[in-house]
């Protein structure tokens, strides 16, 4: 089965001119996504977590095109990379997006209406307004807005309501994959429950396959099926979510997983929460080798010297000692 998006190699660099600095002086690089590989199969869910800064935003919005990128991004067999513009354009309503921040994602001078019926204006400029207002109507109502909130604007509703837009705005053109860019993290955790139970029914009802990003395992453990775990714009470990978080094979994994609350208060105390060594460092000087080898506890001398493959197929590690945590284990 050919999956619904392959991506190979992909990597985004950013050029970083400092303030002051002359024009002919050449920028820093900033590598903030480096050769990540992964498959997405019709109907599945991918997390992505990873504390912030390690490129999560980056690889969504290169998956699309919303950044130049190298490596290859197919999606059902053709790369989207080199795509002439209108080609890319009939794609992208198959591929949507939705953004962290739900106010600044939406258009303070629009409408309700008009912000859920742009995509479909863009992809589908013959239907007639009748046709448009009646299908916003029915995504609205699909998402958990009243219709009759059709000419409200964005500040007359609450953060996880101008959510609830946006997913409305991102599904209305019926895509075969939704990204979702820490969807919840700007809302009160006990709205999040409710954002991610919606886009739960919403997946199976339209079929959908997502890619569902947040920098916290917990958040991305209900609505799963795979979890990719990335580090200073690099893959650590990607695996089903079952075996990751039954037995996480990477030492990173093994610290965010540490910090996720289990629900046995018994289990809970007797559970060892692994400290990160140090801060996260500068994605404009990485460590050789693997980069995470600074906060490990883990790392030898090869660690700096050879830069880990990842290896393994669907149940992938990226380190040089792979396993599971002796120390925390006691
Ligand atoms: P995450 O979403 O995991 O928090 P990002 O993808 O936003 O991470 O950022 C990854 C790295 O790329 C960070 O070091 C960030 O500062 C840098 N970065 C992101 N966007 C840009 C940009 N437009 N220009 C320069 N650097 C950027
Ligand atoms: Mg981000």
New binding site residues.
């Given amino acids: 089965m050919t999956p619904l998006i392959e991506a190979r190699n992909l990597s985004?660099t950013?050029?970083?001119r400092r303030e002051g600095q002359m024009p002919w002086a050449a920028p820093k690089q900033?590598q903030?996504?480096k050769d990540v590989s992964f498959t997405l199969n019709a109907g599945e869910t991918l997390g992505i977590v990873?504390?912030?800064?390690?490129?999560?935003?980056?690889?969504?919005?290169a998956l699309i095109r919303m950044?130049p990128a190298t490596g290859k991004v197919l999606f059902a067999g053709t790369d989207l990379l080199t795509l002439p513009p209108a080609q890319m354009l009939a794609r992208r309503a198959d591929i949507q997006m939705v953004f962290q921040d739900p106010f600044a994602s939406l258009d303070p001078r629009m409408t309700v209406g008009q912000i859920v019926a742009e995509p479909l204006r863009t992809h589908y400029p013959h239907l007639s307004a009748a046709e448009v207002k009646a299908r916003v109507q029915v995504m609205m109502d699909r998402v958990g807005l009243l219709p009759n909130q059709i000419n409200r604007y964005p500040h007359e509703f609450s953060g996880g309501q101008c959510q609830r837009i946006g997913i409305a705005r991102a599904l209305i053109v019926e895509p075969k994959v939704l990204i979702c860019?820490?969807p919840v993290s700007a809302l009160d955790v006990s709205i999040q429950a409710q954002v991610i139970n919606l886009l739960a029914d919403l997946r199976r009802d339209f079929g959908l396959a997502m890619i569902f990003?947040a920098?916290d395992l917990s958040v991305v453990k209900h609505i799963s099926d795979r979890v990719m775990v990335?580090y200073l714009?690099k893959v650590m470990e990607d695996a089903p979510k079952a075996d990751l978080f039954a037995a996480p094979q990477h030492p990173y994994t093994q610290a965010l997983l540490s910090a996720v609350p289990i629900p046995n208060p018994a289990a809970e105390r007797a559970k060892k929460m692994i400290a990160l060594e140090g801060e996260l460092p500068?994605?404009?000087a990485p460590p050789s080798g693997c980069v995470f080898r600074t906060r490990c506890a883990r790392a030898q001398p090869l660690c700096a010297q050879q830069v880990p493959a990842l290896l393994g197929g669907s149940r992938a590690v990226a380190c040089h000692f792979p396993g599971p945590d002796t120390a925390a284990q006691g």
């Fill in positions: 985004v950013f050029a970083i900033l903030a996504v990873g504390e912030s800064g390690s490129g999560k935003s980056t690889l969504a919005r950044l860019d820490e990003i920098h990335m714009g500068s994605p404009m």
